[in-house]
């Protein structure tokens, strides 16, 4: 992907290094997995909202004890922190542009960067939780160990791998803002869980989002040859099937938050053919 080393945005806060306590970095690939497994990525615990985010945040746990700093991030040298910055923005540059196309005003969110755990709106974030969304503040967080485990543990390599991660957190916001989340919480119970169900349609319209905003840097000619196939190559990683293969020896779609990898990837392509958030509606489609 073409993008601008050492580029900063006054909308990422670095609260990295902070303390705040949390898991060490060796633990992160196998409870990462084992939260992937038993459905409890996604949920954002308090009662108020299910299935936001691509982690769980809990209510309790430790609290980071620093204050966090406001403003720009400064970038350090290597340690993708421009990268994502880069990212962060360009995603929201083009939902502005998106949501202007429908005479309606995008409110932008804010990325963290933190390191163990930190706090947030929807509770304690920790880094074995991977990157998640929490509409109750509007903020994506965001450890970037979480992109060493994509590339080693889950054999997802590439700068647009992870440029995926974070256009698929901000189409969490997108959600947010036009209110699918809020469907999805009201829903009956019995829509809630299950191969089909409204959580797993939320999960999947982030991806198709992911697509929609890969196809405007497209148009822009910001893309690399390969690039697709590094989002793709992540999606179809960290689809419920596989990761249930891999950590049970069987797959229960019974228990499918975010999708099989084939649908993670089937919609994200979607997204990035038709470029359009009706082209995104996974809530009317009749296979998923």
């Keep these: 992907m073409k993008w601008i080393p050492g580029y900063r945005s006054d909308d990422v806060e670095d609260r990295r290094g902070q303390g705040g306590g949390g898991f060490s970095s060796g633990g992160v690939g196998m409870l990462f997995t084992l939260f992937k497994l038993f459905g409890l990525p996604g949920v954002l615990i308090g009662g108020a909202i299910m299935f936001f985010g691509s982690g769980l945040l809990s209510s ?35 939902w502005q542009g998106v949501f ?10 804010k990325l963290i960067l933190f390191s ?25 967080y965001i450890d970037l160990s979480f992109y060493q485990e994509l590339k080693q543990r889950f054999g997802a390599p590439g700068d647009f791998a992870q440029a995926y991660v974070i256009a698929h957190e901000v189409g969490h916001h ?23 169900a409204l959580s797993v349609r939320l999960e999947l ?37 596989k990761l249930q ?5 069987r797959v229960t779609p019974e228990t499918w938050t975010h999708g099989s990898s084939a649908q993670r990837a089937r919609w994200f392509k979607r997204g990035y053919e038709l470029g359009t958030i009706d082209g995104c509606d996974t809530f009317t489609a009749s296979k998923l």
């Design 100 to 109: 202007s196309e429908h005479n309606e005003r995008y409110q932008g969110a």
């Design 116 to 140: 163990d755990a930190t706090r947030t709106g929807c509770g304690t974030g920790q880094a074995v939780m991977g990157p998640f969304y929490c509409p109750l503040d509007t903020r994506v």
């Design 174 to 196: 997108v959600q947010h803002l036009l209110g699918y989340d809020e469907k999805v919480q009201r829903a009956a119970k019995a829509q809630q869980t299950g191969a089909d």
């Design 60 to 94: 309790g746990g430790s609290e980071s004890r620093a204050v966090p700093r406001e403003g720009a991030q400064a970038a350090q040298p290597g340690d993708g922190s421009d990268f994502v910055a880069y990212v962060f923005d360009d995603v929201q540059k083009t």
């Design 205 to 241: 319209q982030a991806d198709c989002f992911a697509g929609l905003w890969a196809k405007a840097s497209a148009r822009r000619d910001q893309l690399d040859p390969g690039d697709i196939d590094e989002a793709l190559t992540a999606a179809q990683a960290i689809g419920d099937d």
């Design 245 to 249: 293969k891999q950590g049970q020896g």
